[in-house]
């Protein structure tokens, strides 16, 4: 467990680092939103899988507002690739940002950032889940859900949320107890779960 927890205080550390590298925050802040940091590395559950999750709020949400923010970001030099995915049209009323970061010191690191029309649906939610989340973790539960991620194959997809439920709703300790959780409790679209 613990080349676990050091790789996992590592991988922080550099995530943090990545965030101040980009300036990531007041880039979003300099267009007029509001971004927070949400996700794994918020909740100090990020181990090996080098992404950073942001939700961005602004009313209005515009395709071109939310180019501007990411025209200031691609100027990083280390900001290799970007993609862009407009769901405004849906439940979720956001734009989607895939940011990939590559730089000798800190390696390659995904961004996610999704622009959200604030007073939507989703407004405020994911900040709130992982708020609770942190309430409820203990150093056993926070341990069982780094070993879970740790042990969960690259080529295997699995949404953060998965891990919470199964450890902290469903008592599932061990990655063989969590493949068979995941058989009983598939994921179709945003999960809506709350500890």
């Not at 180019?67 to 900001?79: D, R, S």
């Not at 405004?88 to 390659?108: F, K, M, S, V």
């Not at 926070?142 to 991620?149: E, F, G, P, V």
Request: glycine share 4%; net charge negative; aromatic share 12%.
């Amino acid at each position: 467990m613990e080349h676990i927890l050091e790789l996992a205080e590592k991988n922080q550390r550099e995530a943090w680092e990545v965030i101040r590298k980009t300036d990531v925050m007041n880039i979003w802040k300099s267009v007029g939103a509001e971004i927070n940091l949400v996700g794994s590395l918020n909740m100090g559950l990020l181990v090996k899988n080098r992404d950073v999750d942001f939700h961005i709020y602004s009313s209005p949400l515009t395709p071109a507002g939310s180019f501007m923010a990411m025209a200031k970001l691609a100027e990083n030099p280390f900001v290799k690739r970007i993609t862009y995915n407009n769901l405004l049209d849906t439940e979720e009323a956001c734009i989607e940002w895939h940011a990939w970061y590559e730089d000798p010191e800190n390696g390659a690191w995904k961004m996610d950032m999704i622009h959200i029309l604030k007073h939507s649906r989703y407004d405020g939610y994911f900040e709130k889940m992982a708020e609770r989340i942190k309430a409820v973790l203990t150093e056993e539960t926070r341990k069982a859900i780094l070993r879970l991620k740790y042990e969960t194959p690259d080529t295997e997809y699995c949404m953060g949320v998965e891990y919470y439920q199964a450890v902290l709703r469903d008592g599932v300790r061990t990655y063989a107890e969590f493949e068979n959780w995941r058989r009983q409790h598939p994921v179709t679209g945003i999960v809506e779960w709350m500890p």
